[in-house]
Each structure stands twice: as C-alpha cells, then as structure tokens.
C-alpha cells in the first residue's frame, strides 16, 4: 500500500542553519504531496504542496521539489529562525481522498 | 475565508464519562475527516464523511465512538465511555473533495484529557 518514510528527529540547528528534512514515498500513480506543521499546543497547518512531477511547493521560505524519479519531496528552507521550531509532517493524498503521513520530524532551532 | 472551526478546545473528563467534539467545516466544503492525534504520533484517521454518508470508518472504535454529520454540513464526534487511552487531540479536517480540490485543511483541533 501507499506510504510515506520521513527522517528521524530530533532534528536541532543553529538559527540562520540551512534546513533539509527528508521524504520519501511509495505511491501507485502520482498523488498529491503535501508539508503540513504543527507548532507546540496547536492544530496542523499545511505548509506547502505539489499536485504533479517537478512542481515545486513554496511557503515562508520553505520549498519542497516533487521528484518523481527518486519519489521524494523533501524540504529545504535557506536560513531557519527559532520561530520555525515545531513538527513537521510529510503526507501524500491517496486515491480516496486520505493523507497518508510520514511520522513526523521534531524541528529545534537554538538561537 | 473561515477555516475550520472547533470546540471546545480543550476538556478534562473523567474516566468512563462522555465527551462530544464539534465540528464546522470551511463553507462548500463536502469531504469531512476526524483524526486522533496522541501525543508524540501523526494523525491517525478515525472517519471520513462525504456530503452526509460515511466513506471510512474502519478504524473508528465503534463500541465507544460515534460521529455524524447531519444535513452534510457540520460534525459531531462522541465518545462514550471514555477511557485513559482516549487522551488525544481530535483534528477535524474538511476539503472540497473530488475533483473540486484535494488540500485538507485542519481545526486546531480539540484537547481531551482523560483522568
């Protein structure tokens, strides 16, 4: 079935750090990929998406590459502020309309 | 536009007690999810709604839980008894569903303690 392997956290860097957090996915066809956040005590907020091969997601600084030949979608941020310490997760939109979640990775950025 | 709207935010219930969520979806909105999130774990999907009808539901633990959406519009996720493992965020999620759209959009969700 579909599923979503995302990297291990805690993942701690230093504020101004370059950020990649890891995503991989198994899929039948090409569904949807989506970064959601959850920062401490709050609900999830979508982060960024990609509906086809080589879209690219942007928000906030954030950027994730659909990559259809190595079926990833990892996410890249230049430079990482303290405010941008929280979980994220990977998830892809399978054929009946449910996100399949990675894990989730722990961001810590220290000032 | 108003996202998805939720309450109560947060409840403290006892053991064996009942709890109901409420959930109000963004307008237009025909695809309807709750989630259980434990403290630490992604989501975990419990139903999912379509207009009114019931597309998932096989991992809702139907002898304590129960949900609707009456009229197609706005949820109701119940639990009753509750138990200690019942501890969890309940996310309600809603999108367009179909070919009208695929983004999900979440609540900031509703805090159960269970004690």
């Known amino acids: 079935g579909d599923s979503v392997t995302q990297m291990e956290g805690p993942v701690t860097l230093s504020e101004e750090a370059f950020l990649t957090i890891n995503c991989t996915y198994t899929?039948?066809?090409?569904?949807?990929l989506f970064w959601y956040v959850q920062y401490p005590g709050e609900g999830l907020q979508l982060l960024l998406k990609?509906?086809?091969a080589d879209d690219k997601g942007s928000n906030k600084g954030f950027e994730a590459t659909y990559r259809k030949e190595t079926t990833s979608f990892h996410l890249e941020k230049g430079s990482v502020q303290v405010s941008d310490s929280a979980v994220y997760f990977c998830a892809l939109l399978n054929s009946n309309y449910q996100l399949i979640w990675g894990a989730g990775t722990k961001l810590i950025i220290k000032p | 536009e108003a996202g998805v709207a939720q309450s109560p935010r947060y409840k403290i219930i006892e053991k064996r007690q009942s709890v109901a969520f409420w959930c109000n979806p963004i307008s237009g909105h025909a695809t309807l999810y709750w989630y259980q999130q434990i403290l630490g774990q992604g989501p975990k999907l419990l139903i999912q709604f379509q207009n009114n009808g019931v597309v998932d539901d096989s991992q809702l633990p139907k002898d304590r839980f129960s949900a609707e959406r009456l009229k197609g519009v706005d949820s109701t996720l119940k639990i009753q008894p509750a138990k200690l493992e019942d501890s969890a965020v309940y996310l309600c999620a809603s999108s367009w569903g179909g070919t009208g759209g695929n983004t999900i959009y979440f609540g900031e969700g509703s805090w159960l303690t269970v004690v």
């Open positions: 990609a509906t086809k």
């Open positions: 899929a039948t066809g090409y569904p949807s």
